[in-house]
Nanobody
Framework: QVQLVESGGGLVQAGDSLRLSCAAS????????MGWFRQTPGKERDFVASMNWVGDSTYYRDSVKGRFTISRDNAKKTVYLQMNSLKPEDTAVYYC????WGSGSMWTSRYDYWGQGTQVTVSS
């Protein structure tokens, strides 16, 4: 069992930066692939970024490439999402998720555990 708690969301202006954190507790964090997803009202939860369990491969949706960076600190059992040059279309609830021995999938169905989400609002 893994518990995930996101933090770091907030209200910012376009062009600003935010760093989201996702703290994990429970089983061995280092054996989990970690992903970030986001969701707006009435829409499906979309893939944002992921990292495989080894930590040597990262993946991003096209619209955030070059602006967002996923990273992890296994000692702190935490995964981060650094978001730069934020745009109003990045406004969403952001969720982190964990996939045991995962390769960094973009599919929500692959993930076993989810956090409660953190709201990011980018004003124009």
């Amino acid at each position: 069992q893994v518990q995930l708690v996101e933090s770091g969301g907030g209200l910012v202006q376009a062009g600003d930066s935010l760093r989201l954190s996702c703290a994990a507790s429970g089983e061995t964090f280092s054996s989990y692939s970690m992903g970030w997803f986001r969701q707006t009202p009435g829409k499906e939860r979309d893939f944002v970024a992921s990292m495989n369990w080894v930590g040597d491969s990262t993946y991003y949706r096209d619209s955030v490439k070059g602006r967002f960076t996923i990273s992890r600190d296994n000692a702190k059992k935490t995964v981060y999402l650094q978001m730069n040059s934020l745009k109003p279309e990045d406004t969403a609830v952001y969720y982190c998720a964990a996939d045991h021995w995962g390769s960094g999938s973009m599919w929500t169905s692959r993930y076993d555990y989810w956090g409660q989400g953190t709201q990011v609002t980018v004003s124009s």
